[in-house]
């Protein structure tokens, strides 16, 4: 059991992908790079933002296996692990653990709807039974069940459930959440929707679990910079507030529809969305290539617009 905190910049990755649809191991290496040179601090592979819930349990474990072997520098490596059942996410979270995995994000099983009784007591049996730390993922818009302050802070009494990311937009929720004082890195997704980013800065947060990272990272770890000093709050609501279009187009389709297009629209290692999701039309993507001209990103990061 390990009661570790992250702090800062928490990129949920995409999975690249070949033209056939099958994945890109041999591209993780760029875009694992491309997030330890620009000051995040942790990533997440196989997340929503990795497609996950469209890989097969061995395309999963060929996905551990291949980039753990990748890790290097102080980046930590955490990977999906849900599950259709507990038992599933119990036996995802071992094999990452004996691959080497840092640690394993978990959110409630989609589909099911089950009440948050029986996933507060999922976690707990997850947090038991899985050898590295684990996060847990309020995330109600993918998976329906949705966790109030009371649960994400009895859950945080667990000593191997060391990160929260919240994705609803109540404010609330967040004020409740660190004013409970709970023992573990209290992260929130970065969608300018929710809204939740600033708040939970503002109030105590230790950073956000974003999919922005992968075009953004740079700016991602400012913008997750846990606030010590004037400095810090200065420096993150004019990076938050310079970067609203692209990080509303980000947004602008489900996750990560707009964010993959665009990656492999202006060169990074990508590749097509895995079917039945499908790029973003022409004329939508376009805009986002402007977002990256007009910001610069063209020339801070070389891409290829």
Request: hydrophobic share 40%; glycine share 6%; proline share 7%.
């Given at each position: 059991m390990s009661n570790q905190k992250?702090?800062?910049?928490?990129?949920?990755?995409?999975?690249?992908?070949?033209?056939?649809?099958?994945?890109?191991?041999?591209?993780?290496?760029?875009?694992?790079?491309?997030?330890?040179?620009?000051?995040?601090?942790?990533v997440l592979i196989m997340g929503s933002t990795g497609e996950v819930s469209m890989l097969t349990p061995d395309e999963r474990h060929k996905?551990?296996?291949?980039?753990?072997?990748?890790?290097?520098?102080?980046?930590?490596?955490?990977?999906?692990?849900?599950?259709?059942?507990?038992?599933?996410?119990?036996?995802?979270?071992?094999?990452?653990?004996?691959?080497?995995?840092?640690?394993?994000?978990?959110?409630?099983?989609?589909?099911?709807?089950?009440?948050?009784?029986?996933?507060?007591?999922?976690?707990?049996?997850?947090?038991?039974?899985?050898?590295?730390?684990?996060?847990?993922?309020?995330?109600?818009?993918?998976?329906?069940?949705?966790?109030?302050?009371?649960?994400?802070?009895?859950?945080?009494?667990?000593?191997?459930?060391?990160?929260?990311?919240?994705?609803?937009?109540?404010?609330?929720?967040?004020?409740?959440?660190?004013?409970?004082?709970?023992?573990?890195?209290?992260?929130?997704?970065?969608?300018?929707?929710?809204?939740?980013?600033?708040?939970?800065m503002s109030l105590g947060g230790h950073g956000t679990a974003n999919m922005s990272g992968n075009l953004i990272p740079q700016e991602m770890a400012v913008i997750s910079t846990p606030w010590r000093k004037w400095e810090d709050a200065l420096a993150c609501r004019k990076t938050w507030l310079h970067n609203l279009p692209i990080l509303h187009f980000n947004y602008s389709a489900v996750n990560p529809v707009a964010v993959k297009s665009l990656m492999r629209a202006v060169g990074l290692p990508a590749g097509p969305l895995r079917k039945p999701l499908r790029s973003l039309a022409p004329e939508l993507l376009a805009e986002g290539i402007d977002i990256c001209r007009k910001l610069g990103l063209d020339k801070k990061y070389g891409y290829s617009i």
């Open positions: 992250i702090e800062g910049s928490f990129v949920a990755l995409i999975t690249p992908m070949n033209e056939d649809q099958s994945i890109d191991f041999e591209a993780f290496q760029t875009l694992l790079d491309f997030q330890l040179e620009n000051g995040t601090s942790a996905v551990i296996s291949h980039t753990i072997k990748k890790k290097h520098g102080n980046m930590e490596f955490w990977y999906g692990c849900s599950g259709p059942s507990t038992q599933q996410t119990i036996d995802y979270c071992k094999y990452a653990a004996a691959e080497g995995a840092d640690g394993a994000i978990v959110a409630a099983p989609p589909y099911i709807c089950a009440p948050q009784k029986d996933i507060t007591q999922y976690f707990l049996e997850v947090a038991d039974a899985s050898p590295i730390p684990i996060g847990i993922y309020n995330n109600p818009p993918r998976v329906k069940t949705d966790l109030a302050y009371t649960a994400i802070l009895r859950l945080s009494e667990h000593p191997n459930i060391v990160v929260n990311k919240e994705s609803t937009s109540r404010l609330g929720q967040i004020a409740q959440t660190v004013a409970g004082n709970p023992d573990m890195s209290l992260m929130c997704c970065d969608s300018p929707n929710l809204g939740l980013v600033i708040p939970l």
